[in-house]
C-alpha cells in the first residue's frame, strides 16, 4: 500500500510538471533552458580558439535568467531543427535571431524583434564576375544557399535568371564559393561580418537598395501566454534601459538594432 502511495505521487508530479505551463516550470525547476546555435556570428557562437559561447542573444539568454532569478542552460539547435526542438521541449525558449517568416508564425510564437538585417552576398575576391548587387541575378551565375534558413524560399522567388544551388549547412556554402564552383552565398549582417573578418579569400556585396529587411527576434512555443508576456516585457525593458545597445555595441550589431 505504501508503494503504491509513492507511485500515485510520483505520476501526480510528473503529470503536473508536463502540464504545466512553461513560465511555472521555469519558476518552480529554477532553470531555464535556452535554444542556441553555436556558429552564428556576433548572436551565439563559440570561440574556435577558446571554445567560450559568445554573442549579443548569449549576453541576453544571460539577463533574462538573471531578471527571473534561475539558472541558465544552454541547448544546441540550428535553424533547420528549430520548430521541433521548440515544440518537443528541448528548450524553453530559442535566443538566437529568429527571422520572422511565415512558416515559422504558423508553428512558433515570435516575439517582437530586436535586430533586424537585410540580405548580403559574400563572393570570393578573386571573381571578376561579381563586383555589384546587380551582378548576381544573371545568367551563368551560381547562388548558395544553406537548407534551412530563410534565404532558401527567398532567393527561390527572387532569382529570375541566376541557378539557386541549395546546400546542406553553412560551411558547404562557403566551401562552394571558395572553390569556385558557386560564384556567391546569400547572408545576413551578423555573418558577413565574420566571413570578411575571418576568411581571407571572402568579398562583402551589399545590395544597393533595402532588398529583404528581415526581424529577428526569439522564438517560444504557442499557447503559452503567461511566458510570452514576460518575454515581451523583458524585450521592451532591454530596450529602454541601454541593455540591448550595450550588448549590440560589445558584438558590433548597433547597425542591425531593432529599437521600435
Known amino acids: 500500500m505504501r508503494r503504491f502511495g509513492w507511485i500515485v505521487l510520483f505520476c501526480y508530479t510528473f503529470f503536473s510538471f508536463s502540464n504545466a505551463d512553461t513560465l511555472t516550470t521555469i519558476l518552480e525547476t529554477k ?3 535556452v535554444c542556441i546555435w553555436p556558429e552564428y556570428y556576433s548572436i551565439s557562437y563559440v570561440n574556435p580558439r577558446t571554445q567560450e559561447l559568445i554573442g549579443i542573444d548569449v549576453d541576453l539568454a544571460k539577463e533574462f535568467a538573471k ?8 541547448k544546441e539547435s540550428s535553424f533547420a531543427t528549430l520548430i521541433q526542438d521548440i ?37 570570393s575576391k578573386s571573381n571578376k564576375r561579381i563586383q555589384t548587387w546587380d551582378d548576381i541575378d544573371q545568367t551563368g551565375v551560381i547562388v548558395a544557399v544553406a537548407k534551412g534558413t530563410y534565404h532558401v524560399a527567398l532567393m527561390q522567388k ?14 558547404a556554402r562557403e566551401q562552394e564559393v571558395e572553390a569556385g564552383r558557386a560564384d556567391v552565398f546569400m547572408t545576413d549582417y551578423p555573418f558577413g561580418i ?41 524585450i521592451h525593458a532591454i530596450k529602454h534601459d541601454g541593455r540591448l545597445l550595450e550588448a549590440a555595441k560589445r558584438h558590433h550589431l548597433e547597425p542591425i538594432i531593432y529599437e521600435k
Open 31 to 33: 532553470k531555464i533552458r
Open 67 to 74: 531578471e527571473l532569478g534561475v539558472s541558465l542552460a544552454f
Open 87 to 123: 515544440n518537443s521541449k528541448k528548450c524553453d525558449i530559442a535566443m538566437f535571431a529568429i527571422g520572422h517568416t511565415d512558416e515559422r508564425k504558423e508553428k512558433l510564437a515570435l516575439t517582437t524583434p530586436h535586430l533586424a538585417s537585410d540580405i548580403y552576398a559574400i563572393t
Open 158 to 171: 527572387s532569382l529570375q535568371r541566376a541557378k539557386l544551388l541549395v546546400v546542406d549547412s553553412l560551411h
Open 194 to 234: 565574420r566571413m570578411i573578418e575571418e576568411k581571407e579569400w571572402a568579398k562583402l556585396i551589399k545590395p544597393t537598395k533595402p532588398f529583404h529587411i528581415t526581424p529577428y527576434g526569439w522564438a517560444i512555443a504557442q499557447n503559452e501566454p503567461a511566458f510570452q508576456g514576460k518575454v515581451e516585457t523583458f
